[in-house]
Protein backbone atom coordinates (compact mmCIF):
# COMPACT_ATOMS: atom_id res chain seq x y z
CA UNK A 1 0.00 0.00 0.00
CA UNK A 2 1.82 3.36 -1.14
CA UNK A 3 1.58 5.85 1.73
CA UNK A 4 1.35 8.67 -1.19
CA UNK A 5 -1.07 8.33 -4.28
CA UNK A 6 -1.96 11.00 -6.78
CA UNK A 7 -4.72 9.60 -9.16
CA UNK A 8 -5.59 11.27 -12.09
CA UNK A 9 -6.02 14.95 -10.36
CA UNK A 10 -6.73 18.30 -12.18
CA UNK A 11 -6.39 21.77 -10.91
CA UNK A 12 -7.83 24.80 -12.21
CA UNK A 13 -7.88 28.23 -11.78
CA UNK A 14 -10.88 29.96 -13.31
CA UNK A 15 -10.27 28.83 -17.21
CA UNK A 16 -6.88 28.00 -16.76
CA UNK A 17 -5.44 24.34 -16.82
CA UNK A 18 -3.00 24.37 -13.84
CA UNK A 19 -2.43 20.57 -13.33
CA UNK A 20 -3.69 17.69 -16.06
CA UNK A 21 -4.60 14.21 -14.92
CA UNK A 22 -1.52 14.12 -12.87
CA UNK A 23 -1.13 10.32 -11.45
CA UNK A 24 2.09 9.45 -9.24
CA UNK A 25 2.44 6.90 -5.95
CA UNK A 26 5.47 6.87 -3.60
CA UNK A 27 5.97 3.76 -1.02
CA UNK A 28 6.85 4.26 2.75
CA UNK A 29 10.30 5.71 3.38
CA UNK A 30 10.72 6.56 -0.58
CA UNK A 31 11.73 9.85 -2.21
CA UNK A 32 10.19 11.70 -4.73
CA UNK A 33 10.81 14.67 -6.50
CA UNK A 34 8.80 16.43 -8.96
CA UNK A 35 11.45 18.15 -12.19
CA UNK A 36 10.43 20.97 -14.16
CA UNK A 37 10.85 24.33 -15.41
CA UNK A 38 8.59 27.55 -13.91
CA UNK A 39 5.06 27.53 -14.42
CA UNK A 40 4.58 23.51 -14.48
CA UNK A 41 2.67 22.92 -12.06
CA UNK A 42 4.92 21.55 -9.68
CA UNK A 43 4.67 24.00 -6.63
CA UNK A 44 0.59 23.99 -7.28
CA UNK A 45 0.79 19.80 -6.82
CA UNK A 46 3.03 20.31 -3.76
CA UNK A 47 0.20 22.72 -2.25
CA UNK A 48 -2.79 20.24 -3.64
CA UNK A 49 -0.91 17.56 -1.23
CA UNK A 50 -0.09 19.90 1.53
CA UNK A 51 -4.16 20.49 1.65
CA UNK A 52 -3.65 24.00 0.92
CA UNK A 53 -5.11 23.74 -2.61
CA UNK A 54 -8.61 21.79 -4.09
CA UNK A 55 -9.03 19.50 -6.55
CA UNK A 56 -11.66 19.43 -9.42
CA UNK A 57 -11.26 16.01 -10.49
CA UNK A 58 -9.32 12.92 -9.12
CA UNK A 59 -7.93 12.37 -5.49
CA UNK A 60 -4.84 12.10 -3.83
CA UNK A 61 -4.78 8.94 -0.47
CA UNK A 62 -2.33 9.15 2.37
CA UNK A 63 -2.23 5.22 3.57
CA UNK A 64 -5.15 4.56 1.86
CA UNK A 65 -7.18 7.25 3.23
CA UNK A 66 -8.80 9.90 0.73
CA UNK A 67 -7.50 13.31 1.92
CA UNK A 68 -8.77 15.26 -1.18
CA UNK A 69 -10.79 15.08 -4.07
CA UNK A 70 -13.71 17.50 -5.74
CA UNK A 71 -15.98 17.13 -2.50
CA UNK A 72 -13.03 16.12 0.23
CA UNK A 73 -10.63 18.54 1.58
CA UNK A 74 -8.67 17.54 4.53
CA UNK A 75 -7.50 20.21 6.68
CA UNK A 76 -3.61 20.99 6.55
CA UNK A 77 -2.86 20.39 10.08
CA UNK A 78 -4.97 17.01 10.17
CA UNK A 79 -2.33 15.58 7.28
CA UNK A 80 0.55 14.64 9.58
CA UNK A 81 2.78 16.88 6.88
CA UNK A 82 5.60 18.30 7.45
CA UNK A 83 6.88 21.42 5.15
CA UNK A 84 10.34 23.08 4.35
CA UNK A 85 10.01 26.41 2.37
CA UNK A 86 12.88 27.75 0.03
CA UNK A 87 13.46 30.70 2.12
CA UNK A 88 14.09 28.80 5.28
CA UNK A 89 11.08 30.66 6.85
CA UNK A 90 12.85 30.49 10.52
CA UNK A 91 11.43 32.74 13.31
CA UNK A 92 14.00 35.25 13.64
CA UNK A 93 13.08 35.96 17.50
CA UNK A 94 13.57 32.38 18.25
CA UNK A 95 16.58 30.33 19.27
CA UNK A 96 17.73 27.45 17.40
CA UNK A 97 15.69 24.77 20.04
CA UNK A 98 12.57 27.04 20.18
CA UNK A 99 12.32 27.04 16.27
CA UNK A 100 12.99 23.20 15.65
CA UNK A 101 10.59 22.64 19.03
CA UNK A 102 8.14 24.63 17.72
CA UNK A 103 5.73 21.60 16.38
CA UNK A 104 6.07 19.24 19.49
CA UNK A 105 3.49 21.47 21.74
CA UNK A 106 2.14 18.32 22.95
CA UNK A 107 5.25 17.02 23.95
CA UNK A 108 6.59 17.31 27.39
CA UNK A 109 9.68 19.79 27.78
CA UNK A 110 12.07 16.87 28.07
CA UNK A 111 10.88 14.89 25.27
CA UNK A 112 11.52 18.45 23.23
CA UNK A 113 15.30 19.27 24.47
CA UNK A 114 15.98 15.47 23.71
CA UNK A 115 14.36 15.69 20.32
CA UNK A 116 16.31 18.78 19.66
CA UNK A 117 19.65 17.42 20.68
CA UNK A 118 19.43 14.29 18.78
CA UNK A 119 17.94 16.66 15.29
CA UNK A 120 21.08 18.63 15.52
CA UNK A 121 23.54 16.04 15.94
CA UNK A 122 22.10 14.43 13.18
CA UNK A 123 22.56 17.41 10.81
CA UNK A 124 25.76 18.33 12.63
CA UNK A 125 24.69 21.37 14.52
CA UNK A 126 24.95 19.99 18.20
CA UNK A 127 25.39 22.66 20.83
CA UNK A 128 23.53 25.11 18.29
CA UNK A 129 20.67 25.63 21.08
CA UNK A 130 20.70 29.21 21.81
CA UNK A 131 21.67 30.49 18.50
CA UNK A 132 19.52 32.79 16.62
CA UNK A 133 18.91 32.40 12.96
CA UNK A 134 20.68 35.85 12.30
CA UNK A 135 23.73 33.96 13.32
CA UNK A 136 23.66 31.28 11.20
CA UNK A 137 25.22 30.42 7.64
CA UNK A 138 22.77 30.31 4.81
CA UNK A 139 23.27 26.37 4.73
CA UNK A 140 23.14 26.03 8.59
CA UNK A 141 19.40 28.30 8.68
CA UNK A 142 18.44 24.96 5.96
CA UNK A 143 19.13 22.35 7.87
CA UNK A 144 17.74 24.10 11.13
CA UNK A 145 14.54 24.37 8.77
CA UNK A 146 14.59 20.81 7.57
CA UNK A 147 15.17 19.67 11.85
CA UNK A 148 12.08 22.14 12.51
CA UNK A 149 9.89 20.00 9.90
CA UNK A 150 11.20 16.55 11.31
CA UNK A 151 11.02 17.31 14.77
CA UNK A 152 6.92 16.16 15.17
CA UNK A 153 7.74 12.51 12.67
CA UNK A 154 5.40 13.65 10.17
CA UNK A 155 4.20 10.75 8.07
CA UNK A 156 5.06 12.92 4.56
CA UNK A 157 7.81 15.54 4.22
CA UNK A 158 7.15 18.25 1.84
CA UNK A 159 10.46 20.18 0.38
CA UNK A 160 9.79 23.33 -1.98
CA UNK A 161 12.83 23.92 -3.64
CA UNK A 162 14.33 24.46 -0.76
CA UNK A 163 18.43 24.61 -1.90
CA UNK A 164 17.13 27.37 -4.35
CA UNK A 165 18.98 30.45 -2.45
CA UNK A 166 22.22 28.47 -1.98
CA UNK A 167 25.34 28.18 -3.92
CA UNK A 168 25.74 25.19 -6.57
CA UNK A 169 27.84 23.28 -4.40
CA UNK A 170 26.37 23.89 -1.08
CA UNK A 171 23.32 22.77 -2.81
CA UNK A 172 24.31 19.31 -4.00
CA UNK A 173 26.41 18.77 -1.14
CA UNK A 174 22.89 19.07 1.39
CA UNK A 175 20.97 17.74 -0.84
CA UNK A 176 23.10 14.09 -0.17
CA UNK A 177 23.10 15.04 3.47
CA UNK A 178 19.04 15.59 3.60
CA UNK A 179 18.74 12.70 1.59
CA UNK A 180 20.48 10.54 4.54
CA UNK A 181 18.54 11.77 6.94
CA UNK A 182 15.20 11.29 5.69
CA UNK A 183 16.05 7.75 4.95
CA UNK A 184 17.90 7.35 9.20
CA UNK A 185 14.31 8.93 9.98
CA UNK A 186 12.32 6.79 7.51
CA UNK A 187 10.64 10.19 6.08
CA UNK A 188 8.24 9.57 3.00
CA UNK A 189 9.26 12.70 0.78
CA UNK A 190 8.36 14.83 -1.92
CA UNK A 191 11.10 17.36 -3.17
CA UNK A 192 9.97 20.16 -5.80
CA UNK A 193 12.98 21.31 -7.78
CA UNK A 194 14.09 22.28 -11.29
CA UNK A 195 17.88 21.26 -10.60
CA UNK A 196 18.07 17.59 -11.85
CA UNK A 197 21.86 17.49 -10.09
CA UNK A 198 19.49 17.87 -6.98
CA UNK A 199 16.96 15.86 -7.73
CA UNK A 200 19.25 12.87 -8.69
CA UNK A 201 20.95 13.03 -5.60
CA UNK A 202 17.86 13.07 -3.27
CA UNK A 203 15.48 10.81 -5.05
CA UNK A 204 14.43 7.36 -5.42
CA UNK A 205 11.45 8.23 -8.00
CA UNK A 206 11.58 11.43 -10.05
CA UNK A 207 9.21 12.93 -13.00
CA UNK A 208 8.91 15.67 -15.52
CA UNK A 209 6.34 17.68 -15.48
CA UNK A 210 5.29 20.23 -18.51
CA UNK A 211 2.36 22.80 -18.51
CA UNK A 212 0.35 20.81 -16.04
CA UNK A 213 1.08 16.93 -17.22
CA UNK A 214 3.50 14.54 -15.54
CA UNK A 215 5.10 13.19 -18.71
CA UNK A 216 7.43 10.38 -16.79
CA UNK A 217 7.30 8.89 -13.38
CA UNK A 218 10.02 6.66 -12.72
CA UNK A 219 13.96 6.51 -11.39
CA UNK A 220 16.39 8.93 -12.23
CA UNK A 221 18.47 6.36 -13.74
CA UNK A 222 15.44 5.52 -16.37
CA UNK A 223 14.55 9.55 -16.83
CA UNK A 224 17.53 9.87 -18.19
CA UNK A 225 18.24 6.70 -19.73
CA UNK A 226 14.76 5.60 -21.25
CA UNK A 227 13.04 8.78 -21.24
CA UNK A 228 9.62 8.44 -23.41
CA UNK A 229 8.72 11.76 -24.24
CA UNK A 230 11.13 14.24 -26.13
CA UNK A 231 10.58 16.78 -23.87
CA UNK A 232 12.26 14.26 -20.56
CA UNK A 233 15.22 13.45 -23.47
CA UNK A 234 15.35 17.92 -23.73
CA UNK A 235 14.83 18.31 -20.43
CA UNK A 236 17.17 15.94 -18.52
CA UNK A 237 20.94 16.05 -19.23
CA UNK A 238 22.64 17.26 -22.13
CA UNK A 239 21.86 16.17 -25.14
CA UNK A 240 20.59 16.59 -28.52
CA UNK A 241 18.05 15.18 -30.80
CA UNK A 242 19.72 14.74 -34.01
CA UNK A 243 16.97 13.15 -37.50
CA UNK A 244 17.99 10.24 -38.82
CA UNK A 245 15.83 6.85 -41.65
CA UNK A 246 15.72 3.25 -40.33
CA UNK A 247 16.43 1.18 -43.35
CA UNK A 248 15.36 -2.45 -43.89
CA UNK A 249 18.36 -4.19 -42.17
CA UNK A 250 17.27 -2.47 -38.84
CA UNK A 251 19.90 -0.19 -39.15
CA UNK A 252 19.69 3.94 -38.51
CA UNK A 253 21.01 6.24 -41.16
CA UNK A 254 21.92 9.09 -39.45
CA UNK A 255 24.70 12.42 -39.51
CA UNK A 256 26.90 10.12 -37.57
CA UNK A 257 27.13 7.81 -40.07
CA UNK A 258 25.33 4.10 -39.94
CA UNK A 259 23.99 3.20 -36.45
CA UNK A 260 22.89 -0.23 -35.47
CA UNK A 261 20.86 -1.89 -32.30
CA UNK A 262 18.45 -4.39 -32.36
CA UNK A 263 15.01 -2.81 -31.38
CA UNK A 264 15.39 -1.17 -34.80
CA UNK A 265 14.25 -4.19 -36.70
CA UNK A 266 11.05 -3.57 -35.36
CA UNK A 267 10.84 -0.36 -36.46
CA UNK A 268 9.43 -0.17 -40.22
CA UNK A 269 11.79 0.62 -43.45
CA UNK A 270 12.34 4.22 -44.83
CA UNK A 271 10.49 5.57 -41.02
CA UNK A 272 12.12 8.88 -40.35
CA UNK A 273 13.18 9.26 -36.97
CA UNK A 274 14.99 12.10 -33.91
CA UNK A 275 17.80 10.35 -31.80
CA UNK A 276 18.95 11.41 -28.80
CA UNK A 277 22.63 12.10 -28.16
CA UNK A 278 24.26 13.06 -25.06
CA UNK A 279 28.25 13.68 -24.56
CA UNK A 280 29.16 10.15 -23.19
CA UNK A 281 27.67 8.60 -26.75
CA UNK A 282 30.50 10.88 -28.57
CA UNK A 283 34.06 9.61 -28.09
CA UNK A 284 36.81 11.97 -29.17
CA UNK A 285 38.68 9.77 -31.86
CA UNK A 286 41.78 11.04 -33.67
CA UNK A 287 41.50 7.92 -36.31
CA UNK A 288 37.78 8.25 -36.95
CA UNK A 289 36.22 9.86 -40.08
CA UNK A 290 33.74 11.52 -38.73
CA UNK A 291 35.80 15.22 -38.39
CA UNK A 292 34.19 18.06 -36.99
CA UNK A 293 35.62 21.67 -35.40
CA UNK A 294 35.06 22.76 -31.27
CA UNK A 295 33.09 25.66 -30.96
CA UNK A 296 33.06 25.73 -27.21
CA UNK A 297 34.79 24.33 -24.25
CA UNK A 298 33.04 23.63 -21.11
CA UNK A 299 35.36 23.20 -18.02
CA UNK A 300 33.62 20.86 -15.27
CA UNK A 301 36.42 20.03 -13.12
CA UNK A 302 37.90 16.09 -13.91
CA UNK A 303 36.45 16.50 -17.62
CA UNK A 304 35.89 19.46 -20.54
CA UNK A 305 32.63 19.50 -22.15
CA UNK A 306 32.97 20.62 -25.79
CA UNK A 307 30.51 21.28 -28.41
CA UNK A 308 31.50 20.05 -31.68
CA UNK A 309 30.23 21.15 -35.20
CA UNK A 310 30.23 18.54 -37.88
CA UNK A 311 31.24 19.38 -41.04
CA UNK A 312 27.66 18.50 -41.70
CA UNK A 313 27.18 22.21 -40.01
CA UNK A 314 25.24 20.14 -37.10
CA UNK A 315 26.54 20.36 -33.66
CA UNK A 316 27.00 17.75 -31.07
CA UNK A 317 28.86 17.48 -27.35
CA UNK A 318 31.16 15.47 -26.26
CA UNK A 319 33.23 14.48 -23.07
CA UNK A 320 37.20 14.54 -22.45
CA UNK A 321 39.56 14.76 -19.23
CA UNK A 322 40.49 18.29 -18.36
CA UNK A 323 43.98 16.97 -18.94
CA UNK A 324 44.23 16.02 -22.51
CA UNK A 325 42.56 20.17 -23.25
CA UNK A 326 41.54 20.54 -26.65
CA UNK A 327 41.15 24.20 -28.42
CA UNK A 328 38.31 26.13 -29.25
CA UNK A 329 38.90 25.73 -33.26
CA UNK A 330 40.67 22.39 -33.09
CA UNK A 331 39.89 19.62 -35.26
CA UNK A 332 38.67 16.93 -33.86
CA UNK A 333 37.30 13.28 -35.33
CA UNK A 334 34.55 11.35 -33.39
CA UNK A 335 33.04 8.11 -32.89
CA UNK A 336 29.76 7.17 -31.55
CA UNK A 337 29.54 4.70 -28.96
CA UNK A 338 25.94 4.31 -28.06
CA UNK A 339 24.96 1.95 -25.05
CA UNK A 340 21.64 2.15 -26.45
CA UNK A 341 19.25 4.30 -29.06
CA UNK A 342 16.46 6.34 -27.31
CA UNK A 343 14.73 6.70 -30.62
CA UNK A 344 11.57 9.00 -30.84
CA UNK A 345 8.99 9.55 -34.24
CA UNK A 346 10.60 12.13 -36.38
CA UNK A 347 6.72 13.68 -37.18
CA UNK A 348 6.21 14.54 -33.32
CA UNK A 349 4.55 17.77 -34.25
CA UNK A 350 1.88 16.03 -35.93
CA UNK A 351 0.96 13.14 -33.61
CA UNK A 352 -2.22 14.52 -31.76
CA UNK A 353 -1.09 14.14 -28.30
CA UNK A 354 2.31 13.56 -26.45
CA UNK A 355 1.75 9.89 -25.53
CA UNK A 356 2.26 9.02 -29.01
CA UNK A 357 5.58 10.32 -28.76
CA UNK A 358 7.07 7.20 -26.69
CA UNK A 359 9.98 5.68 -28.39
CA UNK A 360 9.85 3.73 -31.13
CA UNK A 361 11.65 1.27 -29.68
CA UNK A 362 9.94 0.58 -26.58
CA UNK A 363 6.32 -0.66 -26.09
CA UNK A 364 4.38 2.16 -24.10
CA UNK A 365 0.57 1.67 -23.11
CA UNK A 366 -0.86 5.44 -22.08
CA UNK A 367 -2.51 6.22 -18.69
CA UNK A 368 -6.47 7.04 -19.13
CA UNK A 369 -7.05 10.13 -18.56
CA UNK A 370 -10.82 12.01 -17.22
CA UNK A 371 -9.03 15.57 -17.10
CA UNK A 372 -9.53 17.84 -20.24
CA UNK A 373 -7.63 17.65 -23.36
CA UNK A 374 -4.51 18.98 -22.87
CA UNK A 375 -3.20 21.90 -25.64
CA UNK A 376 -0.99 20.69 -28.21
CA UNK A 377 2.78 20.84 -26.99
CA UNK A 378 5.08 23.25 -29.01
CA UNK A 379 7.32 21.64 -31.15
CA UNK A 380 10.73 23.20 -29.73
CA UNK A 381 9.55 24.31 -26.43
CA UNK A 382 12.14 26.18 -24.03
CA UNK A 383 11.79 23.66 -21.37
CA UNK A 384 15.54 24.51 -19.60
CA UNK A 385 14.33 27.75 -18.80
CA UNK A 386 13.97 27.90 -14.85
Not at 285 to 295: A, E, F, M, V
Request: net charge negative.
Amino acid sequence: MPLLQLDKIHISFGTQHIVRGVSLQLEAGEIGCLLGPSGCGKTTLLRAIAGFQGLQLGTITMANECVSSANQLTPPEQRGIGMVFQDFALFPHLTVAENISFGMRKASAAERRARVDELLTRIGLPGYQKRYPHELSGGQQQRIALARALAPKPRLLLLDEPFSSLDAELRERLAVEVRELLKQEQITALLVTHDQQEAFAMADKAGVMYQGELLQWETPYQLYHQPRHQLVADFIGHGVLLQGTVNASGSLASPLGMLEHPSLLTVPDGTPVSFLVRPDDIVPDTNSRLRGRIKARGFRGAHNLYSVQLNSGIEVLTLSPSHEQMNVGDEVGLRPEFDHLVVFAADHCELPGFHDQAPLVRPFTPPVSTAPPAQPLPTSPKAKSA
